[in-house]
């Protein structure tokens, strides 16, 4: 799936850095194929505009903050976050042309990170009560690029299949193919698979899993949000919740940026975060290296009933079938291999 040629993913709002990034100034970033930049306002939400100056086209990201405003490094254009320029240095005593602007984007901060949606949005971002929770603590995780694309990334977090073969050096049990249990139920906002498994436990693990046993058991309820949102409850049989957030932000065609950050209800001394890390570092790392491989632009033959009567391959085809729904209701698009029998 080409994401640059589907304009109504405009319309969704993507994490595109932690807020922390924005503290030491300016950030570019590229979101569906366009340049933009993100800063903190005074009131520490973030703004985002086009990242090119409309006076000689040097790229604002290399400015700096003024109070609510971003000022080009260059002449010292200053913009407000509705892209409108504020100021124009040279020109003190003469009215700002109208057309001194750059395009805005919708820009917001939630759950520790800058959301951007190019257009209007059609939906909110999704909810994570767990976020508010005093039961749980927060770990951000990874903010890295990978050159593949968001689908990709989005069917992989729902395949329990790959488990045995990718993650044979973590937590898949080669001797497992299978679930025990799966179950799909489509939602508004997606869907949610219910996955029971056995997974191994190595040494590694246990303080993540909470246990010293060899194998133990995990519940898995996995939420797709559409587009490319994947929350994922991990429960144990001791209680432990670990639920982990996956976002897929599209960059361009070959690129995504992948965000990821969890939630549990025990403590730093249960397990630290850098334990969390690196654990969870090998894990999308396994992944990383077999989502590099494959082709960007998510072709599938859904026409081989093989395919069709495995569970592991259903959520693949169901988030086809819904994005192209949603290519449809929107008009204008490029189905472009997005094909579903
Ligand atoms: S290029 Fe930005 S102020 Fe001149
Ligand atoms: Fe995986």
Redesign the pocket.
Known sequence: MLVTKQPVLRRFWYPVMPLAKLATGPQPFTLLGESIVIWLKSDGTPAAVRDR?C????KLSKGCVVGDHIQ?G????EYDARGACVKIPQAPDNAIPSGARVPAYHAQARYGYAWVALDEPLADIFPIPEHDDAAYRCVQQFDERWKTSPLRLMENSFDAAHFAFVHRGTFGQFSKQKPEFFALNETEYGFEAETKLVINNPPASHRITGTTEPTTRRHFRNQWHLPFNRRLGLNYPNGLEHLIVTCATPVDDEHIQVLQWLYRNDAEADCSAAELNKWDAQVIAEDKVILETVDYDAPIDVSRQVERSMPSDQPGLIMRKRLLALLREHGEHEVHRLTVA
């Open positions: 100056c006076h000689r086209t040097a080009c260059y002449h010292g254009w």
